[in-house]
């Protein structure tokens, strides 16, 4: 029963056969391998962007901090949420690769508000060469609390950055478990709704570690390359992150296992519902469940080898039947049947 | 016939195996993985080194630029070779990182000899505050010319650095290569040889994408996780990265790849030799020769498939008979038969 | 009528007169003139701190962005009041110089609350390597809205700093006018009081442009003088700074000038006070004043020469009833009788 | 007797005076303050560049750094000698500015060579992503030995950067001298030679501490002006920096102290010349001459209270008769008497 993250499962089989298949004969490095046409063309496919530049690496920092650096200058800030992974979890990786600061933008369910977005671009500036000056807006699709921006939701934030011509960052790590909790179009839920660059997860949803940076617009190719290669992302054997990502998108793999982690969390929402001690925080539109109940639940649970995050403080202490908050993640791997044991150990308390 | 880099052959199969093996279940990510504790454990042995740090990133660049910025501040100078990849081959890397500057030592076979890198030393900080201070020594083992540093020339640059209280950091790239041509111990090549940390290279020896980072005083240890995450350097699925590390260092395979790389490179280096138009820029040490041969024999081996860079200029203009520098590089995957049927070509002109 | 900025008015005739004197004959630069000397010992005097450093700089955002940087490693966050020059004015020097990013501490009249500041730091490194890390505590006295710190709420905060080992640094862009409104000594508004550097202010308080930092413990000492050199702010005629410096000490003129600010703000609330449509959005501790009045005064005072920022939007719009936020600013050379006339307008309508 | 530098002398009598003009009354600050656009006005009219964005900063590091970080991507390298102020004096602030490395370009008398120039920017760029990109030129005009590019020299060093797209930046701490020296017009010593930007140096030429820094092209001018504010370096009370310029322009005055400090330095150089044991290494185009004479003469000249400082270690030890070297600069200030003095010493051993 692990539900730590969406990061400590195995990779998609598929994925491993990829690598395999690919682990033969010679090739160019660097990017320059044939299997990364055919990566890129589908990816331009998929999102019906012809034109876009797709560029590879093998974390989510490292794509956020490039995409970031690539479209904000140093003397700007960049407006997000205050759950957003680029402030909380990266170690300040997209103030050092862009110069630029982080405004907090107040969210309702981890998403930036059009009004509190408003503001904050407007705010900015007043101060002229004084203060920090307008840079990209990021957008985190899905959540880091597990809900999902809707179109109209993502296309109020974007028109307000148009107005004040802030390009757009959609930090992507969970974009197919969004994508398909929507059911929209790649395109959709980016440049059609105003997002000039993403991105484009894979490794919380099969991949051993890739993510595909996607700049709708590519006269920004080159500079994102050499960012790439200065920042020490640019792998010498790439073959090995195209091969992953060719599995990724062969067959739709990459639906496919969204839709099966967002099953899985579905089902445990209903399991949680049902349950008169227990209270979701957040609409689990993805993998993602903020729950609150009680530490003598958690302690049962955990007895019998459920594996999460508990969000405030230690479960160990205090009132058995004071609740705290556990954070629970699905994947692709997750199965029923483990869902079906946690939720008969929760209902059996 | 494919001589253009030792970054274009397939993974050993042993790393494709520890790859799937290591694909099972779940796991902590971010090195917190079992399998991680077991790769420290086994560096620290291969280096007699049980105090040591080690740490796990996919490129060279990003070995390189972390350790480098760990040891060096903003406003100090790096000294390396002219040929160092460092210098050349990472865009800036190195000061990305660091913030600081490079000065280049003269060198003689891509190795900075003793007296000009006493005298670059000597020259900082003469101007106090105004100029750079003085900062790392950074040696590359093996050259990117493909010689090595005996134990005695490394000897005696990093007495130069001690006498100034600079830090030592040993590009490895191509360590095993080297190691396997000195024929000595890996701690031997290091810190009894005074160097602090060393970018203990995997990916040009055998792995998809692999590099350690070891620091001989744990003392910078907290530091270079911190600077790891701050670039974007972490796996979160960190098993894929410690279980390449852990084929590589079972069983010697690394020693057996580079054996093998340099084998081949003997084999070519003396077929070049016995060529009464072909010379050795340099002595080849491990696994890169750079050859002079006439334009004609390229042209040749060229038509025959031989895959390799020219350093100077366009091959197929001028006289046929004058002669081009051609880089040759093998490695684990190159077969003799291969060295065998481009002597051949070679032989026949 | 100037009240724009107390950096608006002329420097004190002393400063000149001192500049004046300064400029004959030769002498070293960069700091080793003997008058940079007197400072030093001048300013460890006033601070009973005989083993501060002291270091001169131009502006008041390379003596913060500078303390800050040497005080903050590249992967901490800094804590400060929303309201914070640092944050709010900088155009991000601070992060450009350090890399670490500022975290927002809510604030009560423009100070930290001891609460949030716990609360604050506390939750910073609950996510280990992965966000950012705990850095310095910033405190502005006075503040950007003119209100002081007493001697026990800057106590309040620097205990929590050194509970959790974050050194703290100390905005005294307007330093003067905080010791003055305090009548403490500036050992007790500093070291005494938890602080571990200040930007010890001058600019706005009569010099034309020199702002002392202030190092407590000297260990950091030569690491500050290579960041000021790599910043660009190693003067070379430095006796022009530290003439200004030494006029500023002799005699207490520093405490006059303050003195002098500071009093005539005083009068100035308390004439708005006594005006029954006009109301002090702050405690005016020091020489900025924050007040509202009816749109119609500020239209009376602008066409009678008064000079002042407009906080709230286009003063010229909306019900002439309707009030409007307005900062007044005074300094050393704003006259009783300026005042007077301002408040004869005012009382007028 | 003070030859150590030319910034160790009193500023020009004209510049305190401005000074003590511009302080009075209330102005605006940050160079929005009239006697600004009279500067710029005045600078554009020199400069025959009637669109030039032109900017103040207090020292020669700031002025180089920030032009070159506003012309050079932070994957960039810049080509200068390897004398060159920013490469030898600066403690990486280029670096620290702009993110880029410096290439050195051999030099004859302290001027890059045209052809070591085409080779070196000819050589970077043929490693594509993997190397630093072309980045600015530098020149120092005049050169930290005291010589001066003509013309026809700046020329060819421009065409060279034209034809690879590089930006062309010149160091013109000495710009004055060099000016005066060649006799030709600030436009035909920059922009009308290829240069797109110039550091035009008033420090050590008079002025307390003002550079300017002057874009020809405006196109860059709004980031600059956030790179200045970004780096600490826009002051607050701006009119001390614009009166020290506008009493450098009126009348000429910055032609006459150039012209004043170059003829000294000429009147020694021509006594140097008459002696039999003293030689100079560099043609003494301006206030700047390296000369070697015995220590015999040294230690006589030190004991009569000249000042300067030695170029090869300890005047003390070793063989009276054997030469060191000296350096010898002067300023405005000098006067004849004092080079006469200077000269009847060294001809009277």
Redesign the interface.
């Known amino acids: 029963m692990?539900f730590?993250?969406d990061?400590?499962?195995?990779?998609h089989p598929n994925v491993?056969q990829s690598?395999?298949d690919a682990?033969?004969?010679?090739?160019?490095?660097?990017g320059a391998e044939e299997a990364m046409q055919d990566v890129t063309a589908e990816i331009r496919r998929v999102f019906e962007a012809p034109e876009a530049a797709v560029y590879l690496?093998?974390?989510?920092?490292?794509a956020n901090?490039?995409l970031l650096a690539t479209y904000a200058?140093?003397?700007?800030?960049v407006f997000c949420s205050p759950m957003a992974h680029i402030h909380?979890?990266?170690?300040?990786?997209p103030?050092?690769?862009s110069?630029?600061?982080?405004t907090?933008v107040p969210a309702e369910n981890a998403k930036m508000t059009p009004g509190a977005l408003h503001a904050a671009i407007s705010a900015e500036e007043s101060?002229g060469?004084?203060?920090?000056?307008r840079g990209p807006v990021s957008i985190t699709q899905a959540t880091e609390k597990g809900t999902v921006h809707t179109l109209d939701e993502l296309k109020a934030l974007t028109d307000i950055a148009k107005e004040f011509k802030c390009p757009v960052h959609m930090d992507g790590a969970r974009f197919a478990n969004a994508l398909v909790s929507l059911g929209c179009t790649p395109a959709e839920m980016t440049w059609k709704a105003g997002v000039d660059a993403v991105s484009f997860g894979g490794?919380?949803n099969g991949l051993?570690?890739v993510e595909a940076c996607v700049l709708f617009d590519p006269k920004h190719a080159w500079?994102f390359?050499?960012?790439r290669?200065?920042?020490?992302?640019?792998?010498?054997?790439h073959r090995?992150l195209s091969a992953q990502m060719a599995a990724y998108l062969a067959d739709d793999l990459w639906l496919k296992t969204a839709s099966q982690a967002n099953a899985r969390t579905a089902q445990l929402a209903q399991g949680l519902q049902q349950h008169n001690q227990a209270e979701l925080l957040y609409q689990p539109d993805v993998n993602i469940i903020f729950a609150r109940y009680p530490r003598r639940a958690h302690q049962r649970l955990r007895s019998a080898g459920a594996?999460y995050y508990v969000w405030d403080g230690d479960p160990d202490t205090g009132d058995p039947d004071a609740p705290l908050t556990a954070r629970l993640v699905t994947d692709w791997s997750t199965t029923p049947e483990t869902i079906t044991q946690f939720l008969d150990i929760l209902h059996s308390i």
């Open positions: 692990f730590a993250s990061n400590g499962g195995p990779a491993l690598l395999i682990n033969a004969g010679y090739t160019s490095g660097y690496v093998a974390t989510g920092t490292a901090a490039l200058n140093p003397w700007d800030t909380e979890d990266e170690c300040n990786a103030e050092f690769y110069g630029a600061k982080l907090l101060r060469v004084h203060g920090p000056q490794t919380k051993m570690g500079e390359e050499l960012r290669k200065r920042g020490g992302h640019l792998f010498s054997k090995y594996q």
